[in-house]
Structure formats: C-alpha cells, structure tokens
C-alpha cells in the first residue's frame, strides 16, 4: 500500500520519539493503529457494499432481458 522502507520508519520512530517523548509515545501509537484498523474496515464494508449493488444492477438488466425475450416469443 505504502512505499515505505526500514530508514523511513526509524525516521519516523525517531521523530516521534523525540516529539511525543517515550511516556505519550506508546498511546499515540495505538490511537494510530485503531484509527488505521477502522478506516480498513470502512474502505472493505463499502467495496463488498459496491460490489452487491453492482450485481444487483447486473441481476435486474438480465431480468429485462428475459421479460423482453419472453414478450416477444408470446407475441410470435
């Protein structure tokens, strides 16, 4: 997802060690990591909610179709 490489984290690591200092550090790492765990869950909930949608789309323009056709043979 991310391009980042082990001198990016340390860097990071580093910055946020000496910007949050070590007693903040720890709890600023797990607000991180469930803001990053709930916005996975939202992004994965909308694309299975796109998906359904889009085969209902499908399933309704078959249904047109089959009237259609049905119309059609009883017309004949």
Known sequence: MFDIGFWEMLFCAVL??????P???PSAIRSAAKFIKSAKNIAAQMTDE???ELDTKAVEKQLIKVKQQATKDLMD
């Open 16 to 21: 946020g060690l000496v910007v949050l200092g």
């Open 50 to 52: 796109l998906s359904k």
């Open 23 to 25: 007693e903040k550090l």
